[in-house]
């Protein structure tokens, strides 16, 4: 209730988290395009790839104007995500060593350059590193303007290009068949991909920017099987996460926003992981007990079914050792005990006497049933 | 020993250790391992520093190897859910680690020196003021030991372990097979992995440490097919590449290690163009020689095809045949320009006709396509 109060009243934060949630959203949609082709880390090496842009801007015009640096910033994280793709095209070198060759070669030049300004004369450098590391307590108003623009800019670029961006990233073979061009497709998304990335490079930094081009994608994937739904959820938890990380940030003392925001979004994404639905780890721990369990009951009364068949009386009462088919005598008759005990439940089973056991009529049915359905059918 | 000279030996082990390891990465698929590694080994030093109150104890390199192993069984565990391909669950877990290692650092360690910048990005320059003394003697730089060691244990570990190495990279499930754990392999050269970049990363800084493991090793991927030449080049690519690096570095008085990095990345650039057999340049020239063999088997065949038929004059006419190949005119022109000077057809009027040669060249081709369906 504080924090919700600290929202309405507190300026700042309005902007800080307004900048951020801007961020999430935009982060969150394109991020799902790189996770369903297999590119999530292309984050990472482009916001490495964007030093030297503004260490050679900064060079050359001397001043630190947030637009110029912005710019060379995105020329020259194109330039490295055009090198990643033509060195993926054209050689055997996999996407990732690719990855992380621009990446470290990118940054070193830019840190060649940056320790070259730091020696000439009456240079005013510093803080010139904050566009690579990231500070979202700085964010001014006009920053979040710019933010809100260009994250509507890339926003009608997606749903503008939304079926050649799904068939691109689901069946780009089919795509190109039907006469679609991969290249220029691929173009488009790297390049609002890079803008994005560019943009959320000053109030989160170079590393923590990757995260927040994967995780809202791969939470949102566990939820649904819809592009369009996970696109909107991805949205969703990355708004969510800005907005949450920031006020974590600014009610505890000496917090950085960045990782806050990544650590929140990184806690989403393992309860997606747990317990999302269809999907999600618990669940499935559960369907798998319940088959397992399920398995064994239809073993077991096949068994007793087969055992029965060998005798004129079919109601003969067989022991536990015999019903039971595993090696292990002690802890696999206690099994056979528990599963024939759920058998007499269901009436298809009856204890004879103290460890000996016969078949119903109903388990009979039953029993035929399953060997006729080729273990297909539940009990 | 100068300091400078120290510098460069220091320089050239690191790159030896890193290409060496760096070479199975990359065949492996694991690269970004090395990048997401190098930046979560900071919360095994963070925590490690919590813990002993030192930065120098050993104790931070050993937190550091571990918080690398763990990174790497994170991300197998992730992976392994199969609910995210491998390239997520790198770019879940790193984040992730590296984010808890900063909020520690901001919200504990605040007054003391852990700076995060120049833990990153580390720097070659101070690395000779770090001396090892013995018995009260000045043996020189402690990087040289520390590196030199972890030199010897990975050129160790890639010697005796070479057969399982090789084995485990190109065909793991026959490894499996035939009696070797690709998951001990994978885990003792991840550890390898890990420990080599804690002691770099203290020398050379993060950015080096990637460059050092991927960029040789590629550059070599590049050059030759055999594992042997590949790990050999490598090495002496990095080692190469950390001289020159370090040559420019002094000349332009910049960052060593971004020096390095770029030349690192330049010496890529150049093989990527003008390697002998893969490189862009044999690429593109043998990509557009096959087109115009292409082209010209096509040309050929289409007036074989229609030789002495009553439609020759209207399919041979040297100003409607691209319509009927489907071809510019200027590619049309150039294509006769070839097939004239090798005299496979002549010109008769505006006519094209076929020579015996150039009818003995479509037939050839046809019988080519004929075997390779």
Known sequence: MMSLELLLKDYTLQIVALGSAVLGAVSGVLGSFAVLRKQSLLGDAVSHAALPGIAFV????????????????????????????????????????????????????????????????????????????????????????????????????????????????????????????????????????????????????????????????????????????????????????????????????????????????????????????????????????????????????????????????????????????????????????????????????????????????KGIKKAKSIIDNQGGESL | MTPQLEIVIIAVIVSAACSVLGVFLILRKMAMMTDAISHTILLGIVVAFFITESLTSPLLIIGAALVGLLTVYLTEALRRTRLMAEDSSIGIVFPFLFSIAIILITKYAGNIHLDVDSVLLGELVFVPFDRLIVLGRDIGAKSLYVMGTILFIDLLYVILFYKELKLVTFDAALAAVLGFSPIAIHYSLMGLVSITAVGAFEAV??????????????????????????????????????????????IFDVAIAGSIATVIGITFLIVFITAPKRGMLTIINSRRRRKIEYAMASLLLHLCNHENTDREEIESNRHSIYQHLNWSKKFLEKILYKALNLNYITLNNEYLKLTPKGREYAIRCYDDIGYSI
């Open chain 2, 205 to 250: 800084g993060s950015i080096l440490v990637i460059a050092f493991m991927i960029g040789p090793p590629v550059s070599a991927y590049m050059i030759t097919d055999k594992l042997r030449n590949m790990l050999i080049l490598s090495t002496l690519i990095g080692i190469i590449n950390s001289i020159i690096g370090y040559r420019l570095s002094v």
């Open chain 1, 58 to 361: 900064f060079l050359i015009t001397g001043i630190k104007n947030t637009e110029m640096l912005l710019l060379g910033a995105l020329i020259s994280g194109l330039i490295g995500t055009f090198m990643i793709i033509i060195i993926d095209q054209y050689t055997r070198i996999k996407f990732d060593s690719a990855l992380g060759l621009t990446l470290s070669s990118f940054f070193g030049l830019g840190l060649v350059l940056l320790t070259y300004i730091q020696k000439l004369p009456n240079s005013n450098q510093a803080g010139l590193e904050h566009f690579i590391f990231g500070q979202a307590s700085t964010l001014l108003k006009r920053d979040v303007f710019i933010m809100i623009g260009l994250g509507v800019i890339i926003l009608l670029v997606v749903a503008l290009f939304w079926k050649e961006l799904k068939l691109f990233s689901f069946d780009p073979q089919f795509g190109k068949s039907i006469g679609f061009s991969n290249v220029k497709i691929n173009v488009i998304l790297s390049s609002i991909t890079v803008v994005a990335i560019i943009i959320g490079l000053q109030s989160v930094g170079v590393i923590l920017m990757s995260a927040l081009l994967v995780a809202p994608g791969v939470a949102a994937r566990q939820w649904t099987d819809k592009l369009s739904m996970m696109v909107i959820l991805a949205a969703l938890f990355g708004i969510f996460s800005g907005v949450l990380g920031t006020l974590i940030s600014s009610l505890v003392d000496n917090m950085p926003t960045g990782p806050v925001i990544v650590v929140v979004i990184s806690l989403i994404v393992f309860f997606s992981l747990f317990f999302a639905s269809n999907r999600g780890i618990f669940w499935r721990h559960i369907k798998h007990g319940k088959n397992k369990r399920n398995i064994n009951d239809s073993r077991v009364l096949i068994n007793l079914y087969e055992l029965a068949l060998n005798h004129k009386d079919v109601y003969h009462p067989h022991k536990t050792e015999v019903i039971n088919l595993t090696n292990n005598k002690d802890k696999g008759n206690a099994n056979v005990i528990k599963r024939l005990l759920y058998l007499c439940e269901k009436g298809y089973a009856k204890r004879d006497y103290f460890d000996t056991w016969s078949i119903t009529d």
